[in-house]
Each structure stands twice: as C-alpha cells, then as structure tokens.
C-alpha cells in the first residue's frame, strides 16, 4: 500500500499547487491513499472552507486532515457533519462536532487516517497519547496513519516512538518547514518530524515576510498576511507499506520548490 501524503496547504498559492502537481504526483507515484493537511487553506491562512474542501477531493485528496485552525473559519460548523472526507483532530475534548478518524479501503485492506494534536505549546487539548492509546482497538486494523499536528520536535519524536509498531506511519505537520529525518522505526512505522507545508515559497511560513519581521523586531502585535504573489513550494512524503502486516517498508521526502522543480 502506498501513501501520499502533503503537508499543511496555505492560501491560494498553496491550493493551487495542489491543483496543478497533486494529479501529477498521483500519475508518476501510483498511490493508492492520498491524504492532504488542509487547515490553513482559505485566502487567509487560517481554516478551511467547503468550496476548498471539495477542491482538495477533486484535485485528488481522497482525506483531508487539520489542526490547530480546525475552526478558525466558521463555515465549517455548516458542512463539517456531512464532510465525511475531513478528519480534525481526535483529542479534541468534549463533544466536538466532526471526526478525528476515518478509514480508507483498498483492495483487501482497510487505512485507517487518524488526526492527533499536540499539547506542548498549543491549545489545551486531551492527551494524544491516551487518546490514541483509546482509539487503537475500535480502528481495528494494522494499517494506521497518524497526521500529528503540534510545534515541538521532541512531542512528535515521543509519540511515534510511543506508538511504534503499532500504527504504520506518524508524520508531523503544524511547523511548515519539512524536517530531513524520514525514517522507519522500530517495529516497522514510518516517521517525519514535520512534512511541511504547500504554499507560497517566498515568505515566512506561508506569511508575508514584513509583518513577521515586524513583530520580531518590534515585539509589538502584528496582524499576519498570506503572502498571495510569487512562486509555489509543495512538501509532502511517500510511504510504502507491507501488505500484509500494515508495517512500513519505506518513507520518502516530497518537496517541488524553486529551487527543487517536479521532474516526472
């Protein structure tokens, strides 16, 4: 089984690399799931909205998961019950409208895509690691993806390390700058630290490089603006799963920038 995986899609530079590369990476890399971040889509960064939901599924998303902007655009109270292809993250606490999981069929298997969210630095939350701890016999299959939302290196690196040999893949998103330690654990799960993000390339993370700038020097609040000209970078990764066990054979990077151009 084959997964394509992209991480976090930024405004509208950011959907329209999905337009014009996620058909091409799905023509030259033959994945059977591709699973897409869309939680900073919408024009502003922050969110995402129906019309970019479906986009995401026409363009070839077959799942697409979120994080800490889960709700950050209210429109998607009105259609997040019937998104049956949109994952935000399981450990939400309460009762929080949507899904933090969703299963995938292929051929004879059946993928699990699960969304967690990290603690540390981030919005109170309910343990991941409990949560996920929890959710392990009701996905009942071996073949598990976890997109694992959080700022910390070490609270991703812990949770895959957690959860080794037990799911097939863990691979972070939220930080936006794609980590080069893709690697198989023991016990045979896939692991990224951060897969980075799809959007615009000249900016910082994904926002106009003045205002972050800004308020480094000043330390005063700044309002953060999409950066809406200028070229595209995609980042993702491809996971190679046995079989038979749902183990990871393989994890490699994905990254088309300027500097790094698609070549099929």
């Known amino acids: ?18 337009h014009e590369y996620l058909p091409q990476l799905k023509r030259d890399l033959k994945p059977q799931v591709t699973i ?14 129906q019309s970019i939901y479906k ?12 994080g800490n902007h889960t709700w950050d ?16 993250p399981a450990n939400f606490p309460g009762d929080t409208p949507g899904q933090g999981w969703t299963k995938v069929k292929v051929n004879q298997q059946v993928l699990a895509v699960v969304n967690m969210q990290g603690r540390v630095f981030m919005n ?3 343990d991941p690691f409990a949560k996920m701890k929890e959710l392990l016999p009701e996905l009942d299959t071996d073949f598990v ?6 700022e910390t290196t070490s609270e991703k690196r812990a949770f895959a390390m957690r959860y080794a040999g037990k799911v097939s893949a863990v691979v972070g998103t939220h930080t936006h700058v794609q980590t080069s ?15 980075g993000m799809t959007g615009p390339a000249d900016s910082v993370l994904g926002m106009q490089a003045d205002s972050v700038i800004e308020r480094f020097e000043n330390q005063r609040p700044t309002r953060y603006t999409v950066q809406e ?24 990077p994905i990254l088309i920038s300027p500097q790094h151009p698609y070549q099929s």
Do not use: C, W
């Open 181 to 195: 330690d893709a690697q198989v654990l023991r016990g045979g799960t896939a692991f990224m630290t951060e897969a």
């Open 124 to 126: 109170p939350m309910d």
């Open 55 to 66: 986009q995401l599924l026409k363009d070839g998303a077959d799942v697409v998961t979120m």
């Open 145 to 150: 993806f976890v997109d694992f939302h959080a």
């Open 73 to 88: 655009n209210a429109e998607l109270y009105d259609f997040i019950g019937g998104a049956n292809r949109l994952v935000r």
């Open 1 to 18: 089984m084959r997964i394509l995986f992209v991480g976090d899609v930024v405004g509208n530079i950011g959907v329209d690399m999905i």
């Open 36 to 49: 897409v971040n869309g939680e900073n889509s919408t024009p502003v960064g922050r969110g995402i909205s």
């Open 229 to 252: 000209v200028g070229p595209g970078i995609l980042s993702g990764a491809v996971i190679d799963l046995n079989d038979k066990t749902g183990h990871a054979a393989s994890i490699k």
